[in-house]
């Protein structure tokens, strides 16, 4: 990453703080292991205490954002599905024809809602619009951190979202781990996160062929 693109970084995680609590308490229990570092160079009771409550605090937020980035990882299921719904995908072998624009397009219900994705083996997360979550019904996990994405617009802060059900062709996802893009513009992305949950997948004669 070169030196503008981590400053674009870091600045997006900054405009984001307002909205995360888990960078809100990050910064909190900072300040108070600061406060308890503090009291103890100057001797004061309850130092030590304080310097314990701030470690703790640190550890279990460590801890809370590991499980929400490594659901996007299926080797890790096993751990990570705690507190949160399972992600399952479920159904028969389907089908995609190749685009005219040398893509793979599909449309899912999302929710209920039709919703027209690009199905991108390049992309590690799947990704909506805010138009798109907003039509769904889709809202960001309370207290999520968020997560930055490199787009052709620059980078740009994501918030975790849960897809409660996902349908396309013989396909159906439940529990499917999203994020929700306002600057993605008007396009949804189906990334591997999704694929990487089939039994597998393949291209025969220009076609993309999903196995559940």
């Known amino acids: 990453m070169d030196p503008q693109s981590a400053l674009d970084a870091i600045a997006e995680i900054v405009r984001a703080i307002p909205r995360s609590g888990l960078l809100v308490g990050t910064i909190a229990a900072l300040l108070i292991g600061w406060v308890g ?3 103890l160079r100057n001797r004061i009771a309850g130092g030590r205490i304080v310097r314990t409550v701030s470690t703790l605090a640190l550890v279990g937020i460590l801890l809370t954002v ?3 980035l490594a659901r996007f990882d299926p080797r ?8 949160l719904p399972e992600q399952k995908i479920l159904g028969e072998e389907t089908l995609i024809p190749l685009a005219a ?3 793979y397009w599909l ?3 999302v929710n209920g809602v039709p ?3 690009l199905v991108d083996t390049g992309a590690t997360l799947t990704a909506f619009s805010a138009d798109s979550a907003r039509a769904a019904g889709l809202k960001p996990r309370t207290g999520g951190l968020p997560v930055v994405l490199g787009t052709a617009n620059g980078t740009v802060t994501a918030e975790l979202t849960t897809v409660t059900r996902l349908t396309f062709g013989n ?3 439940e529990g499917l781990d999203a994020v929700i893009a306002p600057n993605l513009g008007r396009t949804n992305v189906l990334g591997m996160n999704f694929l990487s949950r089939l ?3 393949r291209v025969e004669n220009g076609d993309l062929i999903l196995d559940p």
């Open 37 to 39: 570092a503090i009291m």
């Open 115 to 117: 919703t027209r994705f």
């Open 107 to 109: 449309v899912a219900e």
């Open 66 to 68: 590991f499980l929400q």
């Open 76 to 83: 890790l299921d096993a751990v990570t599905e705690i507190g």
């Open 101 to 103: 624009d040398g893509h």
């Open 171 to 173: 396909i159906e996802a």
């Open 199 to 201: 039994e597998g997948w």
